[in-house]
């Protein structure tokens, strides 16, 4: 793989504090603390509408907090000595002018950014388009003006890369071929954080996570241990008196709307002799590891968090939607 860098980049914290945008009365971001760390990959995620894409605009000070700070290495962006060498960034929907070909787009960032004009093929190669970087954006796929936004922020050799939803339009080799590159980039000392509405589509490539949803932060942490939720999942005759027991023996339990009890344990041997020591019979016994999936569905799928995007694209339906969601 062609190099990016000449020196390794030197990773930098990214964090963001009761970060808070409104638009009106609407908070599409409401309170965020978020903290990405240097030689990770990142994984924002959230449904349609959770405030990613706002967020991340934030940190790039293209959009205003309402209240509280986004800051890289410890400096707001519009503070930032060097921007386009500290961060590197590819929004959703970038617009590359249709007439022009991907390379003179990249050159004339360079000319702007202070960058060699060397590293516009560099990083053309980088990506895989070098050939099709001579043709007129107009003419690029969905997967290709990806590659080209990547290499538009590659360009000024930054230590922070943002990334919104850049796995939308690329096929699974594409995928693959993304997971590697952001790898090496980690490996490298960069602080990477990309956005997804896909769990899918990001969970073989992150290491972190942080899942917002209606604007909020709803957990955080490295992916392994996220998912790495074992339960145990009980049926008995008198479920409240088995919980009773459990949480006695410091086993946290929540009874199930079906009647079971899920118990934070995946010890299914002490579940049953406890049982068995409270004369209470076993009807059911199982192991249950929860699935990400299972877990990013469960953190999304409130009915107002189904998609603002939709719901905010016209006020007085708006309105009338969130009247409904309530
Ligand atoms: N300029 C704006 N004016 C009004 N509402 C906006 C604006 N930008 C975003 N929103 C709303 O804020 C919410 C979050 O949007 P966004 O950050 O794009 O979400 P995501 O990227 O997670 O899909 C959505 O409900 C969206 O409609
Ligand atoms: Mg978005």
């Known amino acids: 793989m062609t190099t990016p860098a000449s020196r390794p980049a030197q990773g930098q914290i990214v964090q963001t504090v009761a970060l808070t945008k409104r638009f009106g ?7 965020l603390d978020l903290t990405v760390a240097p030689g990770r990959i990142t994984g924002f995620l959230g449904p349609n509408g959770a405030g990613k894409t706002t967020t991340l605009r934030m940190i790039l000070g293209l959009v205003a907090p309402t209240s509280g700070s986004a800051t890289i290495g410890g400096r707001r962006y519009a503070d930032l000595p060097h921007p386009a060498q500290t961060v590197g960034a590819a929004l959703e929907a970038t617009n590359f002018h249709p007439g022009r070909s ?21 990083m053309l190669d980088l990506v895989g388009i070098p050939a099709a970087a001579r043709k007129r954006a ?18 000024g050799n930054p230590s922070v890369l943002i990334l919104d939803e850049p796995s939308n339009g690329l096929d699974p080799e594409g995928i693959r071929w993304l997971r590697e590159l952001l790898r090496y980039l980690a490996s490298q000392g960069m602080t990477i954080l990309v956005s997804s509405h896909l769990l899918a589509e990001v969970d073989q490539m992150v290491d972190d996570v942080a899942i917002i949803a209606n604007g909020r932060l709803v957990t955080s942490g490295p992916i392994d241990t996220l998912r790495g939720v074992r339960s145990s999942r009980v049926r008995t005759s008198d479920p409240t008196r088995l919980a009773e027991t459990l949480r006695a023996n410091g086993i946290t ?12 344990t995946d010890d299914l041997v ?14 059911e016994l199982s192991v249950h590891r929860a699935a990400l999936e299972d877990l990013y569905f469960s953190l999304t799928s409130t009915p107002e968090s189904a998609d603002r995007n939709r719901v905010t694209a016209n006020p007085k339906e708006a309105r009338r939607a969130r009247t409904r969601a309530r």
């Open 102 to 122: 991907g390379r003179d787009h990249l050159r004339v960032l360079a000319a702007a950014s202070q960058v060699p004009t060397s590293r516009v093929d560099e």
């Open 138 to 155: 107009g003419q690029y796929s969905m997967g290709m003006r990806q590659r080209l936004g990547l290499a538009a922020a590659l360009l």
């Open 270 to 283: 002490r579940v049953g002799d406890l049982a068995l020591a409270a004369g209470l019979p076993i009807h």
């Open 25 to 31: 009365s609407f908070a599409a971001v409401d309170g």
């Open 253 to 264: 339990v929540e009874p199930g709307d079906d009647g079971t009890l899920t118990a934070q």
